[in-house]
């Protein structure tokens, strides 16, 4: 089969990005356009493809899932001794996107990162369902497995290890925060000439332009 990979294109047409439509803080108008992107049914609307860089210098991206909107900062959990965490040890900045097609939306934000405090990370380990929270103890995230049945087996053990008690959140496990310098809002229009609007932080204020498609 072959396959006409260059020929695929859309012709975006639901919308437009006006200054007037702006809003002096970006996060607000994140979370309404997250909000919208939840209403229209939007397939994982908190799926964001997080960048970080590796000691070496290389790029690593991956699906992650947003968790929480705060005043500056937009916060993710994972596994601290995964290869995203090795990669924000070293370079603690990052870069995450969200795509919401049905909207023809896309949001970039960069940043700064830092750890959640041990008391929130423990706080949102205990909301989550209990196959997650065995699941966070049994894989050894980024690590080799010989196969999928060695994977079971550990999840087994640590379900065994748990059975009737309440499962601590590991030491290896938590939240990180995105303090967020860049927040660019893109919005398809036809014939490519899509509308770009660059939010920048700097000396305690958020200033924005328009850029070109």
């Known amino acids: 089969m072959s396959l006409d990979i260059a020929g695929l294109r859309e012709n975006y047409t639901r919308g437009g990005l006006k200054e007037d439509d702006l809003i002096e803080d970006p996060v607000i108008f994140f979370k309404k356009w997250l909000e919208e992107a939840i209403e229209s049914k939007v397939a994982e609307p908190n799926a964001m493809s997080l960048a970080t860089v590796a000691e070496d210098g290389t790029p690593n991206s991956r699906i992650v899932l947003l968790k929480e909107v705060g005043e500056r900062t937009i916060r993710f959990y994972t596994n601290y001794e995964s290869r995203k965490g090795s990669d924000l040890k070293t370079n603690p900045f990052a870069a995450v996107s969200f795509w919401w097609p ?112």
């Open 102 to 213: 049905e909207l023809e939306r896309q949001v970039r934000i960069k940043g700064s990162i830092k750890k959640v405090s041990r008391e929130e990370s423990d706080e949102y380990f205990q909301s989550r369902p209990r196959e997650s929270m065995l699941g966070a103890w049994a894989s050894k995230q980024s690590s080799e497995v010989v196969n999928r049945e060695k994977l079971r087996e550990a999840y087994e053990k640590v379900s065994k290890r748990f059975k009737n008690t309440t499962i601590p959140t590991p030491g290896f496990w938590g939240g990180f925060d995105i303090y967020a310098n860049e927040i660019e809002f893109w919005q398809g229009r036809p014939s490519r000439l899509h509308d770009r609007i660059l939010y920048t932080y700097g000396n305690d204020t958020w200033k924005f332009k328009r850029l070109q498609p």
